[in-house]
Nanobody
Framework: QVQLVESGGGSVQPGGSLRLACTAS????????MGWYRQAPGKQRELVAA???????NYADSVKGRFTISRTNDKNTMYLQMNSLKPEDTAVYYC????????????WGQGTQVTVSS
């Protein structure tokens, strides 16, 4: 059974930082493209950042220079370091895993709330 468990969400003031983590089980983690998505109330889910199995990254323009995605394959864990947070970053953040070359193997975590407010 595949599980993706996010942690690290919470409330922070504008300009603050948070670090999200996603720990996977039930998959061969190193074979998966890992990504962070977010969904704000009334909006569609959007890609925040992703990292391929080979380490290539891509970011939404809105978070470039502020967020950093990383992964530790021997711990089956992906991270998102979020700095200089803005109120518009408020959303539920979801972890996603897609097997490289087999996109039908596509899994989601349950989400973690990030609230940026003064």
């Amino acid at each position: 059974q595949v599980q993706l468990v996010e942690s690290g969400g919470g409330s922070v003031q504008p300009g603050g930082s948070l670090r999200l983590a996603c720990t996977a089980s039930g998959i061969i983690f190193r074979n998966y493209r890992m990504g962070w998505y977010r969904q704000a109330p009334g909006k569609q889910r959007e890609l925040v950042a992703a990292m391929s199995s080979g380490g290539s990254t891509n970011y939404a323009d809105s978070v470039k220079g502020r967020f950093t995605i990383s992964r530790t394959n021997d711990k089956n864990t992906m991270y998102l370091q979020m700095n200089s947070l803005k109120p518009e970053d408020t959303a539920v953040y979801y972890c996603n895993a897609i097997r490289e070359g087999s996109p039908e193997n596509n899994y989601w975590g349950q989400g973690t709330q990030v609230t940026v407010s003064s």
